[in-house]
């Protein structure tokens, strides 16, 4: 592209690659800075080249873009380097770091380095071609949600490098079941304690891991292993540090100026300002940046919400209506539209995965239908219902059977994922285990049936790490999971379960390939309350199905008959109460025979066992 067609499309709000303009980009004869500061009277490279002086590096302007840029034959590969921006009204001199970084140092420092050319030789090709023409609707679709930084750990308690995690992390997704990874933000940010989400450098990969190219070599392993990975990406927010993109010409260049559209109280963070065309730019060419040069199959985008409504956690006076006088972010509406647009036509096959959690229409359904977009949608009134009424008393859940049957009302009016997530196990929210009401027992039977629950719901499922073998302390991102519990019994139990529901969701046809699809999902009795007891068909596009039934009570449902769509043997595919997982053993002895006779309006009928706290899964042998 030349430079002049490079320069009108970012200034249109429509570069999506322009890391290739701005940034710093090593060559033979130096390295190349340009840098977006259009308020800006004077701008100087600072570097570890030059005595972080910037006397000897002023930058020239690129015409009316408000581009600067320099070629400074001292800075080579590594260097150090900051910018040293003049505000043009006020006379303020401002030293920031480069929003087009591809690297960060590790904190606390935060100059950027230029980062080499890539050496890293791909070879995940078959992959690509693969995920290209993958029906991913149709397909099974299980996320392992992953902090990198706290999976696993040496024992002096550093945290693994990516070469090292690959090693690792990668065989033991695999064993396990899961399709994907997804990883909370690995974009460079200053506070450990913000888990990435306060992202202070949107093209570079935290120092924290390694190098970008061991970030390639990590995506690369997955692919080859047969592992897609997602990336947790904060398009709606970033944070006040006053070296990064706060204020960062002197004047509100990234964000809005007022903080009735510019500022997050709750979070401390400012709000980016997406009716500015070149701010468009930067966060489309951020998107473009991962899944190009890092071949990520994917982003979850985190905190959509709080970017579609200008009102998002604001009380009255505190935020300005639209030009209708809605309190709807039209800008931010057409951001999100371009992005997954863009997305779904540069990268076939790659994912994006909306975390919002209101009513608002067609998250997930195609923007030239009126949709914003996005493939899927996490479902968080399905989990927030889920979990309130597992943490009750198996006593009183007769009286709220209708929390876990209202979702079947929804259900298929989005592309649903179903997500048992990072922020349920943090903040004294306790852990998935813990959550679980009763005795040492109980807690794992109850786990057990929340992760058969989750499997044999429809939508694709998303799993934090930990909560699939019942990880007991809350997460937190400064020690490694507590892997020590699988010397235990009951927490190999969970995890064995765990592995084998995936394997099931993936290997059958009726349990994934219809998640979205009404006719892939049957009643067979959801009224029985007073036994706390729900039963249901799953079915295929190839016709196949499963009997799916579950009990919430530790009291044994013995000869509990329910309609099924035909007589015959039926084999028990999976029962959570096994011994194998940790529980009593009771069960069907493998497998019933259904005889013909209606009974719920089916015209065959079984005797089934249903455990304690317990699921079972039937098909037509």
């Known amino acids: ?275 500015r065309h070149e701010v468009r730019s930067f966060l489309l060419s951020s998107a473009h940046w991962w899944l190009s040069e890092f071949h990520f199959d994917g982003l979850r985008v985190d905190a959509v919400a709080s970017m579609l409504y200008l009102d ?74 889920s979990l309130r009424y597992f943490q009750r008393d198996p006593i009183y859940r007769r009286w709220h059977h209708n929390e876990l049957t209202f979702g079947q009302v929804y259900a298929y009016s989005e592309n649903y994922v179903q997500p048992f997530s990072h922020d349920e196990v943090v903040h004294g929210k306790s852990s998935l285990i813990g959550k679980m009401p009763g005795d040492a027992w109980q807690q794992c039977a109850n786990l057990r049936l929340l992760l058969a629950w989750q499997t044999f719901t429809p939508g694709k499922k998303l799993m934090f790490m930990g909560g699939e073998f019942g990880q007991y302390r809350e997460w937190s991102e400064a020690r490694e999971l507590d892997w020590g519990l699988l010397g235990e019994a009951a927490h190999r139990g969970l995890q064995r379960l765990s592995a084998d529901l995936n394997r099931l969701y993936r290997d059958h046809p009726a349990l994934h390939s219809q998640d979205f699809e009404s006719s892939g999902f049957d009643w067979i009795d959801c009224h029985d309350s007073e036994h706390s007891v729900l039963s249901w068909l799953r079915w295929g596009k190839d016709g196949s199905f499963v009997v799916v039934a579950l009990n919430f009570t530790p009291v044994p449902q013995t000869g509990y008959r329910i309609g099924v769509p035909t007589a015959g043997s039926y084999v028990e595919l999976l029962n959570t109460d096994s011994a194998h997982y940790g529980g009593s053993n009771l069960g069907n002895g493998g497998g019933i025979e259904a005889d013909a006779g209606e009974w719920m309006n089916r015209p065959a009928n079984l005797l089934v066992t249903i455990p304690p706290l317990g699921a079972v899964v039937l098909q037509l042998a």
């Not at 994907?180 to 913000?194: A, N, Q, Y």
């Not at 009126?370 to 219902?385: A, I, R």
Request: aromatic content about 14%; glycine content about 10%; charged content about 20%.
């Open 312 to 385: 998002y956690s604001r009380q009255a006076g505190e935020w300005l209506p639209n030009k209708y006088g809605g309190r709807e972010n039209l800008e931010a509406i057409e951001f999100l539209k371009a992005l997954n647009a863009m997305v779904h036509g540069e990268f076939p096959g790659a994912l994006t995965i909306a975390e919002e959690s209101t009513a608002w229409p067609m998250v997930s359904r195609p923007t030239y239908v009126g949709g914003l977009g996005f493939s899927m949608k996490w479902n968080m009134g399905w989990m927030n219902d």
């Open 1 to 275: 592209m030349q430079l002049s067609d490079a320069l009108y499309l970012f200034n249109e709000g429509r570069n999506v690659q322009a890391y290739r303009l701005l940034g710093a980009h090593p060559g033979d004869g130096g390295t190349l800075f340009r840098v977006w500061a259009p308020n800006a009277s004077r701008v100087a490279v600072l570097g570890d080249f030059n005595g972080w002086l910037g006397g000897a590096h002023q930058m020239q302007t690129l015409g009316a873009s408000g581009i600067w840029e320099l070629l400074v034959p001292e800075a080579v590969p590594h260097s150090l380097y900051r910018f040293e921006i003049t505000n043009r009204e006020s006379g303020d001199v401002l030293v920031k770091s480069d929003p087009y970084a591809r690297g960060v140092e590790l904190r606390p420092g935060s100059a950027a380095y230029v980062v080499p050319p890539s050496s890293h030789r791909w070879a995940d090709d078959a992959w690509l071609k693969r995920r290209a023409a993958w029906d991913w609707q149709h397909a099974p679709v299980n996320i392992y949600e992953v902090h990198a930084g706290s999976w696993m750990r040496h024992p002096d308690g550093k945290p693994y490098l990516w070469r090292e995690l690959a090693e690792r992390l990668i065989p033991y997704a695999v064993e396990q079941g899961y399709t994907h990874l997804e990883l909370l933000p690995i974009t460079e940010h200053p506070l450990d304690e913000s888990w990435g989400y306060q992202t202070t450098g949107y093209f570079a990969p935290t120092a924290r891991y390694g190098s970008p190219d061991d970030l390639r070599f990590f995506i690369d392993a997955c692919h080859q292993a047969g592992l897609g990975v997602l990336l947790d990406w904060v398009p709606g927010h970033f944070p006040q540090d006053q070296w990064a993109l706060a204020r960062y010409d002197g004047t509100a260049l990234y964000e809005h100026a007022d903080p009735r559209l510019g500022l997050h109280a709750d979070w401390g963070t400012h709000i980016f300002n997406y009716g």
